[in-house]
């Protein structure tokens, strides 16, 4: 990556993460007493942004949080990691989503989401950040968000031939089964679509799911209008398919510790280096090296690594 401060706009859930420890996770009626508690700012939008901050990027998260105290808690959060919080939009009405999980001593859990205000993010909040949408070199959108707010993003965000990455989670409003027939047309026009194989599968209606079909899948999807498809498997790599070729580039040995916040590593680190280099393959390896640190540490956005420790990892595959 060069030594430019590159801009990027990350459009994605913001929450507070809760968990308690107790021997036992209660049954219904049951009350137990807990052992420990833990609470911190994350979500898509916060993890992939801070992963964008800590690579040298000028950031800017656009997301909705409530009219409650964790609100100030996201936005502090954010502004410690430099990310500018300008456009963090607050839904009065509603609560800051909130992710509460229960760990009993074994190490299972229990968790609920609460989606709260990220399912109030809508189109004129995206048309207010249009401005900083225009000036960006990448826009980093994550799906689990209301579809409306989706497609004003991507539509924006080409209107301004501003590069275009989204992770085609399923949005808040649909039901748990969805096919391709259920995403709008302009999922299929960005530059760089990156579901996991599952979501891949699932979104061309694949019922074989494996690195055999990957390629396959990838075409697929790159037939419909993407530019390119980069699937992640997890420990099995990523297939990365374009109008040249297929590729499956290698993930990386670590030590798994925690892979909590693999894929928003990864993420984060695939639009730092695309803001900067528009080299897919590359942008790939450097961002399996963000997710792969991810899995060295325990928790969301204190596992996060900086450019210069992707750049280590880099640096170490490549002598070995």
Same mark, same amino acid.
């Not at 009993?104 to 989401?113: K, P, Q, T, Y």
């Not at 991507?154 to 748990?176: D, F, G, M, V």
């Not at 599952?198 to 074989?208: H, L, R, V």
């Given at each position: 990556?060069?030594?430019?401060?590159?801009?990027?706009?990350?459009?994605?859930? =913001? !929450?507070?993460? &809760? #968990?308690?420890?107790?021997?036992?996770?209660?049954?219904?009626?049951?009350?137990?007493?807990?052992?420990?508690?833990? !609470?911190?700012?994350?979500?898509?939008?916060?993890?992939?942004?801070? %992963?964008? #901050?800590?690579?040298?990027? %000028?950031?800017?998260?656009?997301?909705?949080?409530?009219?409650?105290?964790? +609100?100030? &808690?996201?936005?502090?959060?954010?502004?410690?990691?430099?990310?500018?919080? %300008?456009?963090? !939009?607050?839904?009065?009405?509603?609560?800051? /989503?909130?992710?509460?999980?229960? @760990?009993?001593?074994?190490?299972?859990?229990?968790?609920?989401?609460?989606?709260?205000?990220?399912?109030?993010?809508?189109?004129?909040?995206?048309?207010?950040?249009?401005?900083?949408?225009? %000036?960006?070199?990448?826009?980093?959108?994550?799906?689990?968000?209301?579809?409306?707010?989706?497609? +004003?993003?991507?539509?924006?965000?080409?209107?301004?031939? =501003?590069?275009?990455?989204?992770?085609?989670?399923?949005?808040?409003?649909?039901? *748990?089964?969805?096919?391709?027939?259920?995403?709008?047309?302009?999922?299929?026009?960005?530059?760089?679509?990156?579901?996991?194989? !599952?979501?891949?599968?699932?979104?061309?209606?694949?019922?074989?799911?494996?690195?055999?079909?990957?390629?396959?899948?990838?075409?697929?999807?790159?037939?419909?209008?993407?530019?390119?498809?980069?699937?992640? &498997?997890?420990?099995? /790599?990523? &297939?990365?398919?374009?109008?040249?070729?297929?590729?499956?580039? *290698?993930?990386?040995? @670590?030590?798994?510790?925690?892979?909590?916040?693999?894929?928003?590593?990864? +993420?984060?680190?695939? #639009? #730092?280096?695309?803001? @900067?280099?528009?080299?897919?393959?590359?942008?790939?390896?450097?961002?399996? +090296?963000?997710?792969?640190?991810?899995?060295?540490?325990?928790?969301?956005?204190?596992?996060?690594?900086?450019?210069?420790?992707?750049?280590?990892?880099?640096?170490?595959?490549?002598?070995?």
């Amino acid at each position: 990556m060069s030594g430019r401060n590159p801009k990027i706009v990350v459009i994605g859930g =913001t !929450y507070i993460d &809760m #968990a308690a420890k107790c021997q036992n996770i209660p049954r219904p009626g049951q009350s137990v007493p807990g052992s420990a508690l833990s !609470y911190a700012a994350t979500g898509a939008g916060i993890n992939q942004a801070v %992963e964008a #901050a800590l690579c040298g990027c %000028e950031v800017h998260l656009i997301s909705k949080v409530g009219g409650d105290p964790f +609100a100030q &808690m996201v936005k502090a959060s954010l502004v410690n990691f430099k990310v500018n919080t %300008e456009f963090i !939009y607050t839904a009065e009405a509603k609560n800051t /989503g909130v992710v509460i999980t229960l @760990v009993n001593s074994v190490g299972e859990n229990a968790s609920c989401v609460y989606t709260g205000a990220n399912g109030a993010l809508r189109p004129q909040d995206i048309g207010k950040a249009e401005e900083i949408i225009s %000036e960006a070199d990448v826009c980093l959108v994550h799906g689990r968000l209301p579809h409306e707010a989706i497609v +004003a993003a991507i539509r924006c965000a080409k209107l301004h031939n =501003t590069k275009i990455i989204l992770n085609p989670a399923r949005p808040i409003e649909t039901s *748990p089964r969805r096919t391709s027939k259920d995403l709008p047309i302009e999922y299929f026009s960005v530059n760089i679509l990156i579901p996991n194989l !599952y979501e891949a599968a699932d979104i061309t209606d694949k019922s074989n799911v494996g690195i055999r079909t990957a390629k396959l899948i990838g075409s697929d999807l790159v037939a419909r209008g993407v530019n390119a498809a980069v699937i992640t &498997m997890g420990k099995r /790599g990523c &297939m990365v398919v374009d109008r040249k070729s297929a590729d499956h580039i *290698p993930a990386f040995d @670590v030590e798994l510790v925690d892979h909590t916040c693999r894929g928003d590593a990864f +993420a984060g680190a695939l #639009a #730092a280096y695309c803001a @900067v280099k528009d080299d897919v393959r590359e942008a790939v390896k450097f961002a399996s +090296a963000a997710g792969a640190l991810a899995c060295t540490k325990f928790g969301s956005v204190e596992s996060l690594p900086t450019r210069a420790e992707i750049i280590e990892l880099l640096q170490k595959e490549d002598r070995e």
